[in-house]
């Protein structure tokens, strides 16, 4: 219910608040600063996005949890939605997500909230194979054999062979 909500409020806000500001400076100023917030936002969002990919690739080669990471990479392209959608309710939400120590705050309410029922990890390395012990070595010769070719259909008819 409370998405229902949200979907009906938004659009009701951004209509309002486009009315306020364009009635205060006036049609072109308003849609020019819709446009340049989404060209600014764009540009943030590739910014902030290239840094959080940086940091989920650190945390996989460190082993560790990518959670906080990730989450950071989903708010960031939520913001960069936000940013691209016209309005200045959104472009608020949208700045607001870029900026990390909001980004924190949101995670950390989000990880109060979370249960998580169950964790585990596995390395993606190879286990170590055992080696030989230096007694139980074989010595052998090998020839390698290659198959016939053997055609994958017969001829149909039409050509000459």
């Known amino acids: 219910m409370w998405l229902f ?5 938004v659009p009701l806000i951004e209509i309002a608040l486009f009315i306020q500001v364009g009635g205060l400076i006036g049609l072109w100023p308003t849609l020019a600063i819709v446009i340049v917030t989404a060209f600014l936002g764009t540009w943030l969002m590739r910014a902030q996005g290239a ?3 940086g940091q989920i690739q650190s945390s ?3 082993l560790r949890d990518p959670t906080e990471p990730l989450a950071h990479g989903a708010m960031i392209l939520f913001a960069g939605a936000l940013l691209l959608t016209p309005g200045f309710f959104t472009d608020a939400a949208g700045f607001l997500l870029l900026i990390p120590p909001v980004r924190s705050a ?3 309410y989000l990880r109060s909230r979370v249960k ?3 964790f585990s990890t596995h390395s993606a390395r190879p286990e170590p194979q055992p080696r030989a012990a230096p007694g139980n070595t074989i010595d052998g010769e090998y020839e390698e ?3 016939k070719k053997q055609p994958t259909h017969t001829p149909s008819g039409w050509t000459r062979h």
């Open 60 to 62: 996989f080669n460190d």
């Open 51 to 53: 840094l959080a990919i």
């Open 106 to 108: 949101v995670f950390r």
């Open 145 to 147: 054999i290659t198959p």
């Open 5 to 9: 909500a949200l979907f009906l409020a």
């Open 116 to 118: 998580v029922a169950h």
